[in-house]
């Protein structure tokens, strides 16, 4: 069955400090990816996406990603994070025979003045 | 994203109450989904649905019901809620997309579920 890995669970940053979140799936065929964004107590925004061209994608506040098809992975990154960005955020994957995203566990950050 | 609403946004209930989730959107979507967040698990699909005629379980719809009233309106039913039914629930929509392959899913404000 796909499935959808994030390393971290837990990443406590400074402010300005750089961002890398890891995301891995399980599926060999093509897919589309997906970084959803939830601040505290609000619903999944939609941060980026890809389905197709330039595997780098850039995203809303500064956030991109880069696909990497032999790594199956879509890892997100920013240079320098701000406060604002503590939040929990879900890398998600469908599949071209699939029929809904399959989410990651999440990863929680929290980022400190 | 004010174009999918959930209701209500919480509700406390008790083991055995039957209960049921509301949602409603306006993007003109035909595929609606419901979603149960639980810390550490991420979001899981409970049912979805591709048209008013097309309703499918997702992987965890033990214990929950839907009814998909027209396009714009999807409803999630507890019938006889339990306390591990306590979670945040999550309505979601999107449009076909490319080649019949799922679309970017926009998320309703969510309902906080707790099971007594």
């Known amino acids: 069955a796909q499935s959808v890995s994030q390393h971290n669970h837990h990443v406590i940053l400074s402010e300005a400090a750089s961002l890398e979140l890891g995301c891995n799936y399980s599926y060999g065929g093509t897919v589309n990816l997906f970084w959803y964004v939830q601040y505290p107590g609000q619903h999944l925004q939609l941060l980026l996406k890809?389905?197709?061209?330039?595997?780098l994608v850039k995203g809303i506040k500064g956030f991109e990603a880069e696909f990497i098809k032999s790594k199956f992975s879509f890892n997100l990154r920013k240079p320098s994070v701000q406060w604002s960005d503590t939040a929990e955020y879900f890398c998600a994957v469908t599949t071209y025979s699939g029929y809904a995203l399959n989410f990651g566990k999440g990863t929680s950050l929290l980022v400190t003045p | 994203d004010a174009d999918v609403t959930q209701t209500p946004r919480n509700r406390i209930t008790k083991t055995g109450k039957r209960i049921m989730l509301e949602c409603s959107q306006t993007?003109?979507?035909?595929?609606m989904y419901w979603y149960r967040q639980d810390p550490g698990l991420g979001l899981r699909l409970i049912y979805y649905s591709f048209d008013v005629k097309d309703i499918n379980k997702g992987e965890i719809s033990d214990g929950y019901s839907v009814s998909r009233q027209a396009q714009a309106k999807f409803s999630l039913s507890l019938e006889s809620a339990i306390p591990n039914q306590t979670a945040l629930y999550f309505c979601?929509?999107?449009?076909?997309?490319?080649?019949?392959?799922?679309?970017?899913?926009?998320f309703g404000p969510g309902t906080r579920l707790t099971v007594l």
């Open positions: 890809y389905f197709s061209g330039d595997p």
């Open positions: 993007k003109g979507h035909d595929r």
């Open positions: 979601a929509t999107s449009d076909l997309g490319r080649a019949g392959v799922a679309d970017t899913q926009y």
